[in-house]
């Protein structure tokens, strides 16, 4: 990132820390304490990851082109899928979303920085250990872990030093995100320029809030969960230990209470992209605003109390698995709302269709189906059909990939002018779009098929009945990773500014909000006199 | 600037709030073990691991059940079988069955015996009123010992069920003391017969 002038646009401001004369070279990017700097790096490392995580998908697909084992292992087919989720979901997208946050919070509250610019350091400096610890422990005796991104016991307990360096991961990732959390929560809740209630803020901050709450709340669970298997590994205790009175489906239950909300701290960042995207291109304010917040904060409040429905197959009272049942279902409810919100808001609305609106569209349709497998799995005997089948791994790739990666890139095309000073190149923009689509559709939607007829996941060879389908859903994974080294072609041409248009202040007519009233590229200083809202 | 000052203790205060919450929420992942415990004890889940009271005992002659007896041991130089494999019972009617552990270690070893049931269904109609996996047991250097489980079959066990497997596995407890203080999830003050409390 470094079209940013960071020396442009900070003169005579005669503040007392270290922002006038920062480092140059490396130096700048492990000190900095500004949120652009940290919400660039965290976007890198976010994107690293994904190509990390993406070629352990491609692994995957590539063992699974055709029954049989042909490419890796058994052992080895089962550390890429456990490692595949965990770096996917703690190294791609939650970096992804809380280096959006870091970028456009100031910017769009009025603030000069986040609440803790120190602090915002360690929390980003703390993942490259953290992702060098999970990448690392492949190639220690025994391998990495390879009992799933939920890291059952009592695989867990029972594996080699490589699950050590995933507790640890799990540890560090956990601090980092509690760090970001609680700056996140603190620069919302305090540092709003002056009139900026809490009703006015943009829906991004609202959902952003929501998440930083609900990752406050679920992240030390899951630390604990971890600690547990760690001490259950090397200090004889016995929490999952069957042979000391510990229960191995406890780790599920105690998992599950921090799982199920982080579905929804990777969804609701999501969601407050996309709610300020649709608007800005439908040319219309969001159609229910106080809605779309309550119905954020009810799908936060109900995340807590559904866990079990990933659990429907331990063994439970049948008045549990219908207790469950109906609360999952009931989520549907404030979801509905804000697809429904989203659909009102385009509704009659001067719709233009560059591509952050493109993949927000995307979204919509993609996440919406993504959302209905999810509500035919909460019914438990269809769940007890369809559990770990590859029906479930299409579901939640669709609310994942299709969801938050899509919004993910959405923002990225939004705000990106924001960031470089420079347009992305349209029609490219459009192609990666289109081949995104096509590509994600052409891998997960067979998936469906095959879970029905009943391939289970997190195996290496299958049934020859399931061949075809395969076959189809690997290419398809090959185009989309292809396709993202496209975005990064698209992303490094916009910095180098090769599409020759320069970003003006604000690139969308439709946009709203405080970020577009800074120049395009956003100066390294920003709103060190609050702005005034009114 | 007084403005700064006075955001930066608010802040301050904020950054104060948030952490003990997330202290309490670890604290909370941990206590989250004892609610399970409690839950798992009231809702009568998971409650294979202490003496079950039975009162009447109908026997239903109409019908009878095939009971195949599985050992297993993990990590454990021990050999550990039952005397018959298997049994046919009437549901109802009060049965024992011994095991047999032999310690081929020259040292004494503690090790807990876990059950489990196939099919699922017929967990919930097995009763066992005494039986060597309520505690856990140490065995002297080379001791061999037979240890007995009664139990009996709820006739309401549903009739399609013929065929019930009892499995056992036992797992060493590593550095476990005394018997009596290693007392599984179940609590127990029951001594059943085959367990004599003793120091390792």
Redesign the interface.
Known sequence: MASIPHDAVHGGHGHDDQHDHHPTGIKRWLTTTNHKDIGSMYLWFSFTMFIVGGIMALIIRAELFQPGLQVVNPEFFNQMTSLHGLIMVFGAIMPAFVGFANWMLPLQLGAPDM??ARMNNWSFWLLPPAAILLVTSMFVPGGSVAAGWTMYPPLTVQQGIGMDLTIFAVHILGASS?MG??NI??TI???RAPGMTLMKMPMFAWTWLITAFLL??????????VT?ILTDRHF?TT?F???????P??YQ??FW?FGHPEVYIIALPAFGVVSQILPAFSRKPLFGYHSMVYATASIAILSFIVWAHHMYTT???LA?QMYFMFATMLIAVPTGVKVFNWLATMWRGSITLETPMLFCLGFLFLFTMGGFTGLVLSLTPVDIQLHDTYYVVAHFHYVMVAGALFSAFAAVYYWGPKWTGWMYDEKLGKIHFWWSLIAFNVTFFPQHFLGLAGMPRRIPDYNLQFADWNAVSSIGAFAFGTAQIFFLYIVIRMIAGKSGVRAPAKPWDGAEGLEWTVPSPAPYHTFETPPVVK | MALSRLISFANKQMLGKLAVFTAIMFAFGFALVPIYKKICEVAKVNDFMRPEQVKNTQVDLSRKVRVEFDSNIRNLPWTFKPEKTSIEVHPGELTTVVYEVHNTTGRAMTGQAVPSYGPTEAADHFRKLECFCFTAQTFKASETRQMPVVFLIDPKLPRDVSTITLSYTFFEMPGAGTPSTQAPAGKLETNMVGTPRQAS
């Open positions: 609440a803790f509690i959390s609680i929560i603190t809740l305090n540092m406050i709340a679920t992240m030390p669970v899951l630390a604990g969960a547990m004889g929490f230990n069957a042979a000391g009175g510990g229960d489906v406890m239950h105690i209470f063994g439970m009272p549990g």
